[in-house]
C-alpha cells in the first residue's frame, strides 16, 4: 500500500488573513465618494434652482418697475424715499441686488398691492351700499304719491311738448306730406310777423288779431315780453280733423281735458276761465301747445291754394249745383246720408 507523500504530524493549522477591515474601508471610501457626487449634484440643482429663482425675481422686479414708470412715475420716487424698500431699491438700481433684495422688494410691492385690491373691495363695498342706499330711498320717494303725481305730469309734458314741436315744425309737415299743415304754418307765422311789427304799442295782457292770408283770423295775447297765440274756443270738428300721420293725438285730447271744458250744445272746447280778457284763468295754458291748437284749427280752416285748379274743379263737378226733388221712395233711398233734398212740397229737408 502506497503511502501519502505529506504525512505526520507538522503541528498547528495554516494561518487565515482577516480580510474584513479592507473591505469595510473599501466600502467607506466608495460610500465617501457616492456621497460626494450626490453633494456635488445637489450643489448643482440648488444653484440652478437658485438661478431659475434669481431670474424670476428680476423678471417680477423689472415688469413691475416698467408698470410703475408708464402708469405713476411719482411712485417710484415715493419708494425710494421710503425707510424700509428705499436702500433695497437702491442697491438694486446700482448693479449689487442680490436675491435677497429682488425677494424683499417683490415681497414689498406683494403686500402694497394687496392693500391696494383690500381698499378697492371696501371702496367696492361702501359704493355698492351706498347705491343700496340710495335706491331704497329712491324707492321710498317714488312710493309716494306726490312723486308718482310729479313724474307722471313730467312725462306727459314731455309728450304734449314733442306733439306740440312736431306740429309747429315745417320740416315735419314736408316730412309727412301734410300740404294742409304746411298752409296753415305759413298763414301763421305770417299773421304773427304782422302782430310783432306794431309789438311796441301793446299793452301787457292786450289782445291781438291779425287777419291771415286767405282771411283766417289769428289771435294773440301780448304778455309784455312776447306775443303768444290765443284760443278762447276750439271746434270738437277741428280736433276729430287733427289726425296727423305719426302723432299720438292722446298729448292733444290730455291737454283738453285738463283745461278746457267741452260744451255739448255748441260741440266745442271752452278755456277754463274763458270770461278773462286775455283767455288765461281756471286752466294752464301752454304756449306751445295753444300755438299746435292755432295752427290744427287754421289747418281745418284754410282751403287749398287757386293754383290747385284740376283738384278743385274735379270737387266742383261732383257738387249737385241745386237740391234734387224727392218724389218716390226709390229716389230717396239713392240719397246719402245728410244729403239736402226738396220734399214734394218744395221745403228743403235733409236725410238722417
Known sequence: ??????????????????????????????????NMGKQIGKTIEQYQLNKEKRDKAEAAFQGDMRRIMKDDPNQ???????????????????????????????????????????????????????????????????????????????????????YAKSIASADYAKKVADTGLTRAQTVYYDAKSKAEKNSETYKPGQRVDIEGQSGNKVSFVWTGNSLQPLN??????????????????????????????????????????????????????????????????????????????????EVKSSMPKEEPTISTQEEFDALPSGAIYLGSDGKKRRKP
Open 1 to 34: 500500500m502506497a503511502k501519502p507523500f505529506f504525512s505526520g504530524n507538522y503541528g498547528s493549522a495554516l494561518a487565515r488573513v482577516d480580510t474584513r477591515p479592507i473591505v469595510e474601508a473599501g466600502k467607506a471610501q466608495g460610500q465617501m465618494y457616492a
Open 76 to 162: 417710484l420716487a415715493s419708494m425710494q424715499d421710503d425707510p424700509v424698500i428705499g436702500p433695497t431699491l437702491k442697491r438694486i438700481e446700482e448693479g449689487k441686488g442680490t436675491q435677497k433684495d429682488f425677494d424683499a422688494y417683490n415681497a414689498f410691492r406683494a403686500a402694497d398691492k394687496e392693500a391696494l385690491i383690500e381698499k378697492m373691495k371696501l371702496d367696492t363695498l361702501r359704493t355698492q351700499q351706498g347705491m343700496l342706499e340710495v335706491q331704497a330711498d329712491l324707492e321710498k320717494k317714488l312710493s309716494n304719491p306726490k312723486v308718482k303725481k310729479a313724474i307722471a305730469e313730467a312725462n306727459t309734458a314731455e309728450d304734449v311738448s314733442m
Open 232 to 313: 278762447d274756443t276750439i271746434s270738437k270738428k277741428v280736433i276729430e280733423e287733427a289726425m296727423i300721420e305719426g302723432l299720438d293725438q292722446a298729448s292733444l285730447m290730455a291737454y283738453l281735458d285738463k283745461n278746457y271744458d267741452y260744451d255739448e250744445d255748441t260741440e266745442s272746447y271752452d278755456f277754463k276761465g274763458k270770461s278773462n280778457a286775455i283767455g288765461y284763468g281756471g286752466g294752464e295754458k301752454n304756449p306751445m301747445m295753444e300755438q299746435a291748437i292755432t295752427l290744427l284749427g287754421l289747418r281745418g280752416q284754410i282751403k287749398p291754394s287757386e293754383d290747385n285748379t284740376p283738384a278743385q274743379e
